[in-house]
């Protein structure tokens, strides 16, 4: 069973920076393909996926955080990162990380349907 902790979420000021990280249980990275992900929710929104990482490190982002947020992986810590900067207030949400065994869809428009989730970290951007 995968289980995925999230934690680093907070409140920033707009323009400033902040590290999400994810830790998984129950699963070892290199051990077979497993596409890894975030996605967030901000209130009275749908869910949006904003980045994808693939098992060999391929990445894909949403155009809306595209040049801003960076996706990473420590296969040794089993640690999935997200580094965001230049936050803007719309990022404001629920941020959340997935992962998926399925081969092909490791893009962000797929990650809020993947079968594993965490149970989410803060992050508030004000203006």
């Known amino acids: 069973q995968v289980q995925l902790v999230e934690s680093g979420g907070g409140s920033v000021q707009a323009g400033g920076s902040l590290r999400l990280s994810c830790a998984a249980f129950?699963?070892?990275?290199?051990?077979?393909?497993?596409?890894m992900g975030w996605f967030r929710q901000a209130p009275g929104k749908e869910r949006e996926g904003v980045a994808g990482i693939d098992s060999d490190g391929s990445t894909s982002y949403a155009d809306s955080v595209k040049g801003r947020f960076t996706i990473s992986q420590d296969n040794a810590k089993n640690t999935l990162y997200l580094q965001m900067n230049s936050l803007k207030p719309e990022d404001t949400a629920m941020y959340y990380c997935?992962?998926?065994?399925?081969?092909?869809?490791?893009?962000?428009?797929?990650?809020?349907?993947?079968?594993?989730r965490g149970q989410g970290t803060q992050v508030t951007v004000s203006s």
């Open positions: 997935a992962a998926s065994p399925a081969v092909g869809y490791c893009y962000p428009q797929y990650v809020a349907d993947f079968g594993y």
């Open positions: 129950g699963y070892t990275y290199s051990t077979y393909y497993m596409c």
